[in-house]
Every structure is written in C-alpha cells, then in structure tokens.
C-alpha cells in the first residue's frame, strides 16, 4: 500500500539555520508528492507540490525535489525564520485517485 | 483557491452526546473530504461526501457513528455520534480543486470530557 516516512521530531533551530526534514514514500505507480504547514492555531496549508520525477517544488523559500530513485521528497530551507515554527506533513496522492495518505508530521520550532 | 469556512472552530462536549460540523465553501466543488487529527498525530480520511448521495467511507469509520450529509456542491456537514474522549481530535474538512490540490478548512477542535 501507499504510505510516508517523516523525520521524527521535534527538531529545534536557531534562526537563519538551516532545515530539513527527511521524507521517503512507498507507492505503487507515479504518485504525486505534496508538504503540507500547520500553523500553531490554524489549519493545513498547502505548501509546495511535484507530479514528476525530478520536479521541483519550491514556495516561501522552502524547496522539495521529487527523486524517484530514492523515493523521497526531502524538505529545505537555506535559513529559518521564527515564523517557520509549524508542523510539516508530508504527503502522497497516487495517480489514480484523490486521496491523501501523511506522514506523521515533523514539529519544527526556531528560536530566535 | 476555495475558501473553506467550518463551524464551530472548537467545541467542549459532554460524553454520549453528539455535535455537527458544518463546511461552507464559497465555490461549487466536486469532491469534498472529511479528516480527523487526533492529537499529536497525523491526518486521517474518514470519508468522502458526495453530493446528493451516501459517503463513502474508509475503513475503520462508519456511517453511524459519522454520519455525513452533502446537499449540494458547496455545503457538507459531518456529524461525531454518541461522542467519548477518544473522539477528542480536529475534524477538518478539505476539497479537491484545479490539478488535484486539497485545500483545508481550518479545522474543529472537539474535546470531549
């Protein structure tokens, strides 16, 4: 079946650090590949997507590359802003359908 | 994207009882989801509401203890039955727009005591 491996958190940073977290996949076919931000009160957000291998997604200095060699979608950022302080979900939606399968989520908290 | 309004946004509910959730979205869609988080952990599916017919279900979840309405293409409701503390966790409901992107209403925060 489909399912996501994240990092385990939490992970702590100081700011202008810099961030990943791991995420690997096991899926049938060509899935696509999504991260997902929870805000501390607020709800999921889209934060960047891939549909094919080697794509890149990148948004709010976040970036995230689709390799199908390893199967993963690892999350980046060069420097972290206290305001980066969320939960991150990784995410998978096989080809052929429209559900979602998450990752655990990955707390990320950034002192200033 | 569609903006996803739910209500309420958080709820204390006594035991045995049961609480509706309502989701509004400003535009028509055509695919519409119902997800829980249970505390500290992931996003689970528990069912997809379609539009003038019954939901469908994942397993592990059932119409009787979540029954789900969707009247038209803009409005569903998902309603926790006779609730316990298990079913304490964030009820959110999503929809599928453009080239399969999932969008999130903010979500309901039920406790229950």
């Known amino acids: 079946g489909n399912s996501v491996t994240q990092m385990e958190g939490p992970v702590t940073l100081s700011e202008e650090a810099f961030l990943t977290i791991n995420c690997t996949y096991t899926?049938?076919?060509?899935?696509?590949l999504f991260w997902y931000v929870q805000y501390p009160g607020e709800g999921l957000q889209l934060l960047l997507k891939?549909?094919?291998?080697?794509d890149k997604g990148s948004n709010k200095g976040f970036e995230a590359t689709y390799r199908k060699e390893t199967t993963s979608f690892h999350l980046e950022k060069g420097s972290v802003q206290v305001s980066d302080s969320a939960v991150y979900f990784c995410?998978?939606?096989?080809?052929?359908?429209?559900?979602?399968?998450f990752g655990a989520g990955t707390t990320v908290t950034v002192r200033a | 994207s569609a903006v996803i309004s739910q209500k309420p946004s958080r709820d204390i509910c006594q035991r045995g009882t049961s609480l509706t959730i309502q989701c509004q979205v400003d535009?028509?869609?055509?695919?519409m989801f119902w997800y829980r988080q249970q505390p500290g952990q992931s996003l689970t599916l528990i069912a997809t509401?379609?539009?003038?017919?019954?939901?469908?279900?994942e397993s592990g979840f059932v119409i009787d203890k979540f029954p789900i309405s969707r009247p038209n293409l803009t409005f569903s409701t998902l309603t926790v039955s006779n609730m316990s503390p298990e079913d304490s966790s964030i009820y959110l409901c999503?929809?599928?727009?453009?080239?399969?992107?999932?969008?999130f209403g903010e979500g309901s925060r039920l406790t229950v005591l």
């Open positions: 999503s929809v599928l727009e453009g080239p399969g992107e999932l969008f």
């Open positions: 899926a049938t076919g060509y899935p696509s």
């Open positions: 891939a549909t094919k291998a080697d």
């Open positions: 995410a998978l939606r096989r080809s052929n359908d429209y559900k979602l399968s």
């Open positions: 535009s028509q869609v055509t695919m």
């Open positions: 509401a379609n539009q003038g017919s019954e939901a469908t279900y």
